[in-house]
């Protein structure tokens, strides 16, 4: 698609269940990225591919967030055990290239940790 | 390293006035450096682009910015103001062996008044 889809809008999960989050990117980009946005205006680096392989996964919290891009499949990130701290807004961005090229973002989806 | 520093955290303009955004970074290489602009609830619309080419780049919706080396800033205009033109807006650095992954800067809020 044209535009890059990020499912669902909201999610909302009690303290220590299972959070999936779901990224299609624009086709023909094989730069995909993950980032949290919290408190508003804070932006984090979590994770990149190249197709289905990580890139760059310097800014992933390990032990409960992990990151897949299948092909011909959604990319996903999912985050287990969920604690509160990880409540934000989680943007997915894609691009043709990895440098000097625009990154294109979804809408984000709102993680709510209760 | 990389860093990056929005002058103001909140800019208010009238409908029709010019607006300026200020941001400086600190780059170790040669950065390429972004203007995006989140409006509420969505994600980030890329605005303009540098990446080496001319140092007064254009974008959409009337907005330009200027690259100076020297003063190492990254400043964001344009001449008149629209109500549209109310959102955040974020001054973004890429480095050439960062393998892609973006520094946001902290934001600023632009409201426009009638």
């Known amino acids: 698609g044209e535009e890059v889809a990020q499912t669902p809008k909201h999610l909302v999960r009690g303290e220590g269940q299972k959070a999936k989050l779901y990224c299609a990117p624009i086709?023909?980009?094989?730069?995909v990225f993950w980032y949290q946005q919290v408190l508003k205006n804070e932006f984090k680096f979590l994770i990149s591919?190249?197709?289905?392989?990580?890139?760059?996964e310097t800014g992933m919290p390990k032990e409960r967030f992990s990151a897949k891009c299948l092909p011909n499949s959604p990319c996903s990130l999912e985050i287990q055990a969920t604690k509160l701290e990880d409540s934000a807004v989680y943007f997915c961005?894609?691009?043709?290239?990895?440098?000097?090229?625009?990154?294109?973002f979804g809408d984000g989806t709102r993680l709510s940790i209760l | 390293a990389q860093s990056v520093t929005q002058l103001d955290s909140h800019v208010s303009v009238s409908e029709g006035t010019p607006v300026l955004l200020r941001c400086n970074y600190s780059?170790?290489?040669?950065?390429?450096l972004f203007w995006y602009v989140q409006h509420p609830n969505k994600g980030l619309q890329l605005l303009l682009k540098?990446?080496?080419?001319?140092?007064l780049v254009k974008g959409i919706n009337g907005f330009e910015a200027e690259f100076k080396k020297s003063e190492t800033s990254f400043h964001l205009t344009k001449p008149s103001a629209h109500m549209s033109d109310a959102a955040e807006y974020f001054c973004?650095?890429?480095?050439?062996?960062?393998?892609?992954?973006?520094?946001f800067g902290a934001g600023t809020q632009v409201v426009v008044t009638p």
């Open positions: 961005a894609s691009s043709p290239g990895r440098t000097n090229q625009p990154q294109h």
């Open positions: 973004v650095v890429s480095e050439s062996d960062s393998w892609g992954k973006l520094q």
């Open positions: 086709k023909g980009h094989s730069y």
């Open positions: 591919f190249q197709n289905e392989n990580v890139f760059d």
């Open positions: 540098y990446t080496s080419a001319a140092t």
């Open positions: 780059s170790s290489y040669s950065p390429s």
